[in-house]
């Protein structure tokens, strides 16, 4: 089946400009996570997404960075004014519950953005 | 709190060698466990997961068995590839869907 996508692939983008990243989730997952990677590092988590509930905003760096979650459908990731230390790459994941309550998490291929 | 403490790398090896790299983990409650690999140009991908303590997770002649009694999570594989070059994310997922990730490995094997 499908799994979870993102667009675009790759963003090039210049220093002041708005940005929007877009995931797709997995049909069914209940929950949809944003994360940011930067160049050789680990996984930087930014917000949260379950259900109807209120996401979970703690990751977000500044409040330049904002998402959005339509029902448990299409998110958008949205970074105002870009800085260059916004550069790395974006990744989506969406989970489902496992048998016993569990949750397991599957990513997208990640958006590459580049501030110059 | 909850946190993933990894094996910091980069970690080199022969082909056929034999490879570990550690996690630990802090929890509260009864987290779920994962080994996530990330190839060179590519997204994260799910290797081996475990659920509960003493399960074994397995997937491409990877394991790591759940251990309570030591809060770890290794990963094992008993000869690697080249084509097992890459970043090895340890993760675990608390109660209420939470993820957190260990800063990631780097494996790099040599003909």
């Known amino acids: 089946g499908a799994g979870v996508s993102q667009s675009p692939s790759n963003k090039v983008t210049e220093k002041g400009k708005d940005v929007e990243l877009r995931c797709d989730p997995i049909?069914?997952?209940?929950?949809l996570y944003w994360y940011r990677q930067r160049l050789g590092q680990g996984l930087e988590f930014l917000i949260y997404?379950?259900?109807?509930?209120?996401?979970?905003k703690s990751g977000l760096p500044s409040d330049r960075f904002s998402a959005e979650r339509t029902g448990e459908s299409v998110s958008t990731l949205t970074i105002q004014r870009t800085q260059q230390e916004d550069s790395a790459v974006y990744l989506c994941?969406?989970?489902?519950?496992?048998?016993?309550?569990?949750?397991?998490?599957?990513f997208g291929p990640g958006t590459r953005l580049t501030v110059l | 709190g909850n946190s993933v403490t990894q094996m910091e790398g980069p970690v080199t090896l022969s082909e056929e060698a034999f490879l570990t790299i550690n996690c630990t983990y802090t929890?509260?409650?009864?987290?779920?466990l994962f080994w996530y690999v990330q190839y060179p140009g590519e997204g994260l991908q799910l290797l081996l997961k475990?659920?509960?303590?003493?399960d074994k997770g397995s997937n491409k002649g990877f394991e790591a068995t759940y251990r309570k009694e030591t809060t770890s999570f290794h990963l094992e594989k008993g000869s690697v590839q080249v084509s097992d070059s890459a970043v090895y994310f340890c993760?675990?997922?608390?109660?209420?869907?939470?993820?957190?990730f260990g800063t990631g490995t780097s494996l790099t094997v040599i003909p």
């Open positions: 997404f379950q259900g109807n509930s209120a996401p979970d």
């Open positions: 993760a675990l997922s608390s109660s209420g869907n939470q993820f957190y």
């Open positions: 929890a509260t409650g009864y987290p779920s």
């Open positions: 994941a969406s989970s489902r519950l496992l048998a016993g309550g569990r949750y397991t998490q599957y």
């Open positions: 049909s069914g997952h209940t929950a």
């Open positions: 475990a659920t509960k303590a003493d």
